[in-house]
């Protein structure tokens, strides 16, 4: 929906331009609905072509909406979805920008001085259902935070060695410049494996795993990793020698853990945003079955 107003707008010839007849439909009220999930499906479900899918605006005229007869109500319901996106918009903001902070170090130490094993993830087709779950670039942020809500499966089967452990870390090694770095620790139960672009380590003792995590996390180890990562296919990337290769901030031990427990309590605080960030989310979904009088806009059959 087109919130600006310039004199002389241009768009591509790939985009069809309509307005609403106001007095009996709010644009924002049906850009809520093009949101939901079921205008979605209803897309999927109706477009065609090759290469290049093509949704037709006919078929888009004729789905159907839900229509409340009063504007009143329409406008109460973009207030309540309004606010909602107001909370998403102000734990995302906090969440992106809040600097993860670690003193620099006078001991500099070549990260290879502390592996014990580097591993490639898996190359296998992924899909939406399987035997095992797969970690994938998407499952993690910049800040080391794992989202584990929309997991890839395969039904291959793989080795022993291919199984993550508690403690295994884990490194994003392509993709976009601001991508490549994104770095975690596996800190809860999986059955399952990674993905082909992430590389797994394994630490001697002297490396806190959770400790780098933290620190890839900093302002000057993601520039750090923008700087080394080259273009491969069109996407920067960053190899396994080239990681090892670099020189990182060493603390002893003792010092590690108590970098790690200071900046867990700093994460505790930012997961609180986060579930505010979800329930917020939860908030809308929950506003928009109920305009379609359905447990969840997932698949309102019948609608459209």
Known sequence: MNTFDYDNQIISGAYIIFACKEDELDPKYLDSLFKSKGFLNYVNEKASGGVRMNFKFED?????????TSLDEQTDIIAQIEKQKAIIEGARNILENIPIEIPTSNDKRVLRTFVIDTLYGISSKLQDEGKYPVLRMNNLDTKGIWYLDNLKYTDDEFTDERKLSYGDFIFNRTNSVDLVGKSSVIDFDFNGTWAGYLIRLKFNGELNPFY?????????????????????????????????????DYFEPETQRQIVAELDSQMQVLEGLRNMKAEAEKKIEKILADIWGIESTENPEGKG
Do not use: H
């Open 60 to 68: 888009m005229e004729a789905w159907e909406i839900p229509l409340p």
């Open 212 to 248: 780098l995590k933290y620190l890839f996390a900093t302002d000057r180890y993601r520039a750090l990793f923008k700087s080394i990562a080259k273009p491969a296919g069109g996407q920067a990337n960053i190899n396994v020698n080239e990681l090892t290769s670099i020189n990182i």
